[in-house]
């Protein structure tokens, strides 16, 4: 099941079931696996915690988790009425936002603008200092979905014109040794 720019499957790429694990894939490239991705209050909220990317996100230069979030919410709305609510403990550290509190802080804020409510920000007391958690609740209206929608378009921009997986074409000769210079990377 495709859901915008990211296909949406149970294990293996068979078709999803609620309560099964959940695999994201762009193209063919297998990029995370939620498991497990429990059902709560009678079957109307859907848990997502346990993240596990693949080599493919972990070495993006771009935060994908954060599309990879607003896709599965955006399918699930569409192909699960009953599901009610998605609640949400990200824990994951990523390196390329910077310390802890600002990976947090834009969680949050994503959150925020999607409807998000109950948003926490918490130490993660198993991690190394300035490692948070950010919770949570996004409680499905038409309002919440707007506002979804709105962030999901925002974040597929940023991956339309270069795929996931694909490296940035970096210009030749001179120009790029003084771009790698000035940049401080050399």
Not at 167 to 185: D, F, K, Q, T
């Amino acid at each position: 099941m495709t859901s915008g720019i990211l296909k949406i499957t149970g294990t293996d790429g068979a078709p999803y079931s609620l309560g099964q694990p959940i695999w994201v894939y762009a193209g063919e490239a297998l990029l995370a696996r939620l498991d497990p991705v429990p059902l709560l209050k009678n079957g109307t909220e859907l848990h997502i915690e346990a993240f596990d990317p693949t080599r493919v996100v972990r070495e993006e230069n771009r935060h994908v988790g954060r599309l990879i979030f607003l896709e599965i919410c955006d399918f699930i709305s569409q192909n699960f009425q009953q599901i009610q609510a998605i609640s949400f403990v990200l824990s994951r550290q990523v390196d390329l936002l910077g310390g802890g509190a600002q990976l947090a802080a834009a969680r949050s804020e994503t959150m925020s603008r999607i409807g998000a409510v109950d948003v926490h920000m918490m130490p993660k007391s198993d991690a190394k200092p300035g490692h948070f958690v950010v919770s949570g609740i996004w409680v499905y209206s038409e309002r919440t979905y707007a506002a979804l929608m709105a962030v999901l378009e925002e974040e597929r921009g940023h991956y339309r014109m270069r795929p996931i997986g694909s490296r940035a074409v970096e210009p030749a000769g001179v120009i790029a040794r003084l771009r790698h210079l000035v940049s401080g990377r050399a």
